[in-house]
């Protein structure tokens, strides 16, 4: 009957340190758990806010090339159907670097937004023949 006692009077007091243990394990599990989809909702977004860029770059570069690439320059117009983008748009004469000035000309279209307090863009080039 001692022996039941003294065992009884050990487990009470190993209780303890194993809550404390596991609460401890379970606050790093928890840690890194809430780490990993916080980084997933950062990339998330970024990939996001980038595949509307794509969208807005295409979507210029098709209205340019259905006006017959004819047009103005254009310096950070605000896009409507995307708060917060803006897109600019400029033709150069191409230039290759074997050949020189060739009779073509090329369109850069540049998609700018801002991410999380940063500046970032996104642009697509096109070569065409002079007309």
Do not use: C
């Amino acid at each position: 009957m001692i022996m039941r006692e003294r065992y009884a009077h050990r487990s009470r007091g190993f209780a303890l340190i194993e809550i404390l243990v596991a609460i401890t394990i379970l606050s790093v599990a928890l840690l890194a758990i809430i780490s990993g989809v916080s980084a997933g909702i950062v990339a998330i977004t970024g990939n996001k806010n980038l595949t509307q860029a794509v969208i807005i770059a295409k979507t210029k570069f098709n209205e340019f090339q259905t006006s017959k690439f004819r047009g103005a320059d254009i310096t950070d117009e605000p896009v409507k159907e995307y708060p917060g983008y803006a897109f600019s748009r400029k033709t150069t004469r191409f230039e290759h670097a074997i050949f020189g000035p060739i009779s073509a000309k090329k369109v850069e279209i540049i998609v700018s937004w801002s991410d999380r307090n940063r500046k970032k863009s996104y642009s697509i080039s096109y070569v065409y023949p002079e007309r």
